[in-house]
């Protein structure tokens, strides 16, 4: 089975700073790599994916992600960060399926707080 | 249209009572998840369906839970006899297709507190 490790419960920064938030997968096979987020008050909601190709995806409001197979990661960055990104983070992963049943598993998330 | 929605928000029982949890989904997702949050945690896989078929029970922690979705559209999460260890957001997720390559759209979840 596949399991999913966060370093980073919390974490603080200031406006302007640069982020990034630590993501790696235990799995022997090929795998769909996700982050949620979800902000004060809101579902969760996709941020951004990897399936293939391009190990540098980009998502909404300016993230990032890199996938490195060789350390099993797949990191979140941004550039500078604002007030209105205080969430709760999530990676999560699923088995390359091609198809089939795709339940997420989840890390713990990281509580991102960004102080003004 | 509209999101996916759940009902109730938030639910409280006294142990030992059953609960049912209900989920509508994106009309037309024929995918739909259930997933359990613990305080402080990450959502856990509960289930899967693909239309009215349950393809994927594997995450379910107990012979106490028990999902349905009999017309392929609402499910329902039912727990049985709870007990303090189910206190926890229940989330519902559903997707255009089967396939990870179909973003889940997730509910606002349900808070059950089993007291």
């Known amino acids: 089975a596949q399991s999913v490790s966060q370093h980073n419960h919390h974490v603080i920064l200031s406006e302007a700073a640069s982020l990034e938030l630590g993501c790696n997968y235990s799995y022997g096979g090929t795998v769909n790599l996700f982050w949620y987020v979800q902000y004060p008050g809101q579902h969760l909601q996709l941020l951004l994916k990897?399936?293939?190709?391009?190990?540098l995806v980009k998502g909404i409001k300016g993230f990032e992600a890199e996938f490195i197979k060789s350390k099993f990661s797949f990191n979140l960055r941004k550039p500078s960060v604002q007030w209105s990104d205080t969430a709760e983070y999530f990676c999560a992963v699923t088995p390359y399926s091609g198809g089939g049943a795709d339940g997420l598993t989840f890390g713990k998330g990281t509580h991102l707080i960004i102080q003004p | 249209g509209a999101g996916v929605s759940q009902s109730p928000r938030y639910k409280v029982a006294k142990r030992g009572q059953d609960v049912a949890l209900r989920c509508d989904p994106i009309?037309?997702?024929?995918?739909l998840f259930w997933y359990q949050q613990a305080l402080g945690q990450g959502p856990e896989f509960l289930t899967y369906f693909q239309n009215e078929a349950q393809l994927d029970k594997s995450g379910l922690p107990s012979d106490r839970f028990f999902a349905e979705r009999p017309e392929g559209s609402v499910s329902t999460l039912k727990i049985q006899r709870t007990q303090q260890e189910d206190s926890a957001v229940y989330l519902c997720?559903?997707?255009?297709?089967?396939?990870?390559?179909?973003?889940?759209?997730f509910g606002p979840g349900t808070r059950l507190t089993v007291t």
């Open positions: 009309s037309g997702h024929v995918s």
């Open positions: 997720a559903s997707s255009l297709t089967q396939g990870a390559r179909y973003e889940q759209y």
């Open positions: 990897y399936f293939s190709g391009d190990p």
